[in-house]
């Protein structure tokens, strides 16, 4: 279900344990020198190859492999040369971490405007290896070779999109556990499947709160998500003047207005709140007394996050906000969350004593005093209005089942984004569309 995420320290102690350290570092140094040669042969045979190499172990791994493919070195501060086909960036190593010096930075600069392809040692340089923030200049490049495993900034934005496509090279080490995780498909296989004993209430039973005029589309596609990932019973509670386009949209849910969702939420085993609430002082003081009053765990989402304030609640309570929602939530501007995206997530989870969701390329999961949880999938189709709509619906029916939050939150993402790419159109995919594919996704 989950593959590690190393982090620079977390490298160390790998190394750290290799029988004979620190004596058999130049045979770790050798192994991986001899993995970035190979995979640049193998992708580009007879390429004439530069490497610009730092002077720590990262610049020995280039070395060793500029010296196999029979290329130059470029030290620090020299001038990159102009007549390579294939540029391999041993600049900086996992233990970056801050803004390259304005040498090393015109380095970079001139890497990435050589117009060749670029192959990056272990991490893209400039690239914080532990937190895949980028201070300054950064190499972008094509493909990134790293060792023994995965690293945290080449899955977590803005890091992530400079490695370009990642290639895992072991050199003997043995695995350690790492504070932040991968996660993969298999977690879906935790998700509870209808058995014969079930009914419609014991199958998931999920109340969706929101749908003013105008927005009720938000929470059709929360509700029809709930049902398609596989919850048995959803209701949706939405002002008055909403429920006739909503009778019309959704068939199987049970509609009611919003002053019956105290008694809706009898019926419920988890709530989704904001999708089309809107963002009246009314819509406000509704979320924070269900959330307060009921004993539901809740997925927040959407207009419910608008000037949310910490709530205690011994029930479990999942936030999952864009970039935007979490910067208001945490007072700090959305390109702030953008550059610091592991910080943010972290902070919100502290802030609010729950579960917390960051939306984007590289979903981020994580909770009060666990390690990070990362989806890190590219579905750019999921670039459209509705799918957190989506996402919220699939949380909140896992909710309703039963599975730990944190857990569950994890789950939705990836059967939302295995979803998407099921989906996946070559243009022009909808919401929809990946409700449509949720079945095929959980049974997958």
Known sequence: MFEPLYSSAEMREAEERYPGYPDT??????????????????????????????KGSNGGDGRIAAEKLGGRVVGVGEEVPGDADVIVDALFGTGFHGEPRPEAARQIEQINAAGVAVVAVDVPSGVDASTGEVAG??????????????????????????????????????????????VTREILGLVPRKQDRDNKYSAGAVLVVGGAPGMTGAACLAAEAAFRADAGYVTVCA????????????????????????????????????????????????????????????????????????????????LTPHAGELGRLLGEESAWVDAHRLEAVRRGAERFGAVCLLKGADTLIAAPGEGLLVRSVSVPALATAG???????????????????RIATAAAATAHGVAALLAEKPAGMVASDVIAALPRALSE
């Open 387 to 405: 799918t957190g709509d989506v996402l919220t619906g699939i949380v909140a029916s896992f909710l309703a089942k039963g599975m730990e939050p």
């Open 239 to 318: 002002p008055k003047e909403s429920l006739p386009v909503i009778e019309a949209r959704l068939l199987e849910a049970v509609k009611r207005p919003l002053d019956e969702v105290f008694e809706a939420a009898e019926r419920a085993r988890a709530l989704a709140l904001g999708p089309g609430l809107g963002r009246s002082a009314e819509s406000r003081a509704l979320v924070r007394r269900l959330l307060e009053e009921t004993s539901l765990p809740a997925v927040v989402d959407a207009d419910a996050l608008f000037e949310l304030e910490p709530v205690e609640r011994e029930a479990a309570t999942v």
């Open 25 to 54: 570092v130049p045979e770790l140094m050798e192994r991986a020198g001899g993995a970035v040669a190979e995979a640049v042969s193998r992708r580009y045979p007879g390429a004439r190859v530069v490497a610009v190499c730092g």
């Open 137 to 182: 200049a950064a190499v972008q490049a094509d493909v990134t070779i790293t060792f023994h495993g995965q690293k945290v900034g080449l899955a977590v934005a803005p890091g992530r999109f400079h490695a370009g496509e990642v290639e895992v090279a072991g050199i003997g080490l043995e695995p350690l556990e790492t504070e932040h995780r991968l």
